[in-house]
């Protein structure tokens, strides 16, 4: 991505040489995206309908909470903001009483029904079900979104990966396929060349570390320090499974976190198979116990599929540029993927990256800058994970029931026991660009159970007529589309290539 992105946007005025092992196999998972993630396609000029296909390419029009609240509940988390009506969201009004007794997710979105119904969120021939959405963005950044566009993908990253360094080599980047065995430093600590196995030493104006969890550059040379966040976020191993779909159609357009005895289950589809995946932690389960769990709830029989085991190293670098290194992905942070945030930061760096561009004399003001937005937006999303483990109702073994003691990061507390009698905004909630707004924020809350349980005083002085007209009319809106619309599978295959 980092390599793509930056051939696109400094086009051919800087030389980039990217060398990857084929010793070292990628990390195989990061499947599933944040809306965002468009801008970081049409930055490239690539057409979905002809990259998607080829990544085993799916659409999310939300996250699907299940069990969180105990077992048989679930609750949509969607790519939708909150339509408003005098004022205030229909969450607020939704709290009031106003909801005709529907659960909160599905009487304030539409997301929720073209989910359960398995809709494409694009009608056959292209048109995107909300038209207005639908606009051309070009070269736009994360800064630039206005409106919230109302699905992210599914894709299997190893196959995007291949796809961007095909887009990257066609544009001159080099890749050089070897394995980086030494780095060597000047005088001042500086990277001075990194020295590969076959190709000898190479030499760079600025190194991006890209080495995932091992953080080869910026932690093992430079000593970076990294800083876990595990005493708030405990899970620390994933175990994954590729499993094929027996009825390929069953395609459904969002990703599961499905809460497990020591953490939670992902379900991600692709065009043809599923993802899967029980991020735990280990205080509390056993790799092999985690995988039993996961092979009996999602692939029973199926001995032969083999599982992935991983360790996930939770947190970010103090800084994730030291000297002329950048750290970019897993090398520089990592919060587990409940809110599937990991390529989505990658995004937010590189664009960062472009925007702080060095010239030769290494203004350390711009690695500054830098490093406090990416530490930022990384710890934003820290305590908006955080708060999905605290809010969340369920309570039944020990590893739920120390979520709800452990320390809470400065600021999350107050915002929950603010949210205990009104719901948050864009001012209450953590205050620096993170990725979400106020209306993933009050989801989580409601869904999870620790939302106000009455509403705001001044709705009794208002006429809920216009709050009542708009939820019937969002009502009417998710009939007609969830007619309308073509089944996500079915859209899919019409845009396979021949
Ligand atoms: C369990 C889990 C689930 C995840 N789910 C999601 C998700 O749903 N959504 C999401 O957005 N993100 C998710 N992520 C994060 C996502 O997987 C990563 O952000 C993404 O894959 C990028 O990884 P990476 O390139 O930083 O590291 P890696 O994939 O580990 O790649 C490291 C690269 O460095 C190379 N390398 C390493 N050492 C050397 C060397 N000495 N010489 C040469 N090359 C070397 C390797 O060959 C490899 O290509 C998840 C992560 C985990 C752990």
Known sequence: MTAAYLSAALEKSVSITVVESARTPRIGVGEATFSTV?????????????????????????IKFQNWRGDDTHFYHPFERLRTAEGFS?????????????PFDQACYIAPALCEAQRSPRMMGGALFASE?????????LEQQRAQFPYAYHFDADLVAEYLAGYATARGVRRIVDDVVDVEQDERGWIRSIRSKHSGDLTAGLYVDCTGFRGLLINQTLGEQFESFQDVLPNNRAVALRVPREDARDMEPYTTARAMDAGWMWTIPLYRRNGHGYVYSDEYTSPDDAETALRAAVAPGRDDLEANHIRMRIGRNRDSWVKN??????????????????????QHAIEQLV???????MDPHLARSYNARIARAVDGVKEFLVLHYVA????????WRDAKVRSVPDGLAERMEQAKTHLLDEES??????????????????GLGAGPTKGRPVLRHLDPAAAHKEFTQLTAEAAVMTERLPSCYEYLTSIQPH
């Not at 620096?432 to 809350?445: D, K």
């Open 38 to 62: 468009r801008h970081f396609f049409e930055y490239l000029g690539l057409d979905e309908s002809e990259w998607l296909p080829k990544c085993a390419g799916g659409y999310k029009l939300a």
């Open 90 to 102: 229909l969450a607020d009004w939704w709290v009031a009483g106003s909801g005709a007794g529907r």
């Open 133 to 141: 959405l639908d606009s051309h963005l070009g070269r736009s950044t």
């Open 325 to 346: 290194c950048v750290s970019i992905g897993l090398s520089s942070a990592f919060v587990e993927p409940l809110e599937s945030t990991g390529i989505f930061f990658i």
């Open 355 to 361: 925007k702080h561009f060095p010239g030769p004399d």
């Open 392 to 399: 969340a109702e369920r309570n039944d073994n020990d590893y």
């Open 429 to 446: 909630i953590y205050p620096h660009y993170h990725g979400f707004e106020s209306y993933s924020w009050n989801t989580m809350l409601l």
